[in-house]
């Protein structure tokens, strides 16, 4: 929770006149604004969405996926047969990527990093990073805020 702070008047605090004054830790942002994003956004709504009923993109021989999105998240279901390359990339979304059956290998910050079923990897945002599936890989990702490349069908990388 960020720190309050009572605005100064004149040099000194008075108890009258003083206000509060929001104050930001360093890295965190006040205001989130991503292109295309309206400041003035509709409110998160409630749904339930089997995954048979969500669109299935053949993006390449290797690649396949689902996703869903919410107002400030998205969640993915990718299906990568052994030997799928994601090619290096970056985004300003930050991911968690969860692995529910199969393993992949990361090359990412310089280090290589496998991760197998049951095992999660987070990812910061804007960091570069490459991944190959070494089996047949179910793996679920989730971005925030959505990645607006792959609402848009911009995302060549993965075709």
């Known amino acids: 929770m960020p720190k309050l702070k009572l605005a100064k008047r004149g040099g000194t605090a008075t108890k009258k006149k003083a206000k509060r004054v929001r104050v930001s830790r360093a890295g965190e942002s006040g205001v989130f604004q991503q292109r295309g994003v309206p400041s003035r956004r509709a409110k998160a709504e409630l ?5 048979n009923s969500v669109e299935l993109e053949q993006l390449n021989p290797l690649l396949q996926r689902q996703f869903v999105v919410g ?3 998205m969640v993915a279901r990718v299906l990568m047969k052994k030997g799928c390359i994601v090619p290096q990339h970056q985004h300003i979304n930050e991911q968690v990527t969860y692995i529910l059956d199969g393993a992949l290998k990361f090359w990412i910050d310089g280090k290589e990093i496998v991760v197998n079923a049951g095992e999660v990897l987070t990812i910061p945002s804007n960091m570069p990073h490459k991944a190959e599936a070494l089996a047949d890989t179910v793996d679920l990702d989730v971005f925030t805020p959505p990645r607006r490349d792959w609402i848009e069908k911009d995302d060549r990388y993965l075709r």
């Open 47 to 51: 749904r339930h969405i089997p995954w």
């Open 71 to 73: 107002r400030d998240i």
